[in-house]
């Protein structure tokens, strides 16, 4: 069963396979001026609302059915190019249109006899991508 995805990127669950995310977190800020006044207190200007992000883990194993380079190379490819995707979970299509990848930290866990990571954690970063 499809549970989501970040672009070509498909989050499933099935018999064969287990590809989810876990650790899943939404923030937002805004930003501020700050005005410094002669003998007075600052005043505070709201300048506007900065890029949502999304951060959560993808635990990528063969074990599972996944295998982790092919995953991996997904991810890059979106990150090296700045590509904008879609993220979607469950019926939740996230943001205002798309996003693209901030940042992505990769721990291996474990390798097979020959060096192949067999099982990674991948850490993701994603911030919201508006069209003009």
Same mark, same amino acid.
């Given at each position: 069963m499809i549970v989501?995805?970040?672009?070509d990127l498909i989050f499933q669950v099935s018999s064969?396979? $287990?590809l989810t995310v876990s650790n899943f $977190?939404?923030? =937002?800020?805004?930003r501020y001026a700050i005005h410094q006044r002669h003998n007075n207190?600052?005043?505070l200007e709201y300048t506007g609302m900065?890029?949502?992000?999304l951060t959560f883990d993808i635990e990528l194993s063969e074990y599972l059915g996944v295998y982790p380079?092919? =995953?991996i190379n997904i991810l890059w490819g979106y990150i090296r190019s700045g590509q904008p995707v879609s993220m $979607?979970?469950?019926r939740?299509?996230?943001g205002k249109w798309r996003w693209v990848i901030k940042s992505m930290a990769i721990k291996m866990k474990h390798t097979d006899k020959d060096g192949t990571w067999t099982h990674c954690t991948v850490s993701v970063t994603l911030m919201e991508y508006l069209a003009q």
């Amino acid at each position: 069963m499809i549970v989501g995805c970040l672009g070509d990127l498909i989050f499933q669950v099935s018999s064969d396979t $287990v590809l989810t995310v876990s650790n899943f $977190v939404e923030s =937002a800020s805004t930003r501020y001026a700050i005005h410094q006044r002669h003998n007075n207190s600052a005043c505070l200007e709201y300048t506007g609302m900065d890029p949502d992000q999304l951060t959560f883990d993808i635990e990528l194993s063969e074990y599972l059915g996944v295998y982790p380079q092919s =995953a991996i190379n997904i991810l890059w490819g979106y990150i090296r190019s700045g590509q904008p995707v879609s993220m $979607v979970l469950g019926r939740t299509v996230y943001g205002k249109w798309r996003w693209v990848i901030k940042s992505m930290a990769i721990k291996m866990k474990h390798t097979d006899k020959d060096g192949t990571w067999t099982h990674c954690t991948v850490s993701v970063t994603l911030m919201e991508y508006l069209a003009q």
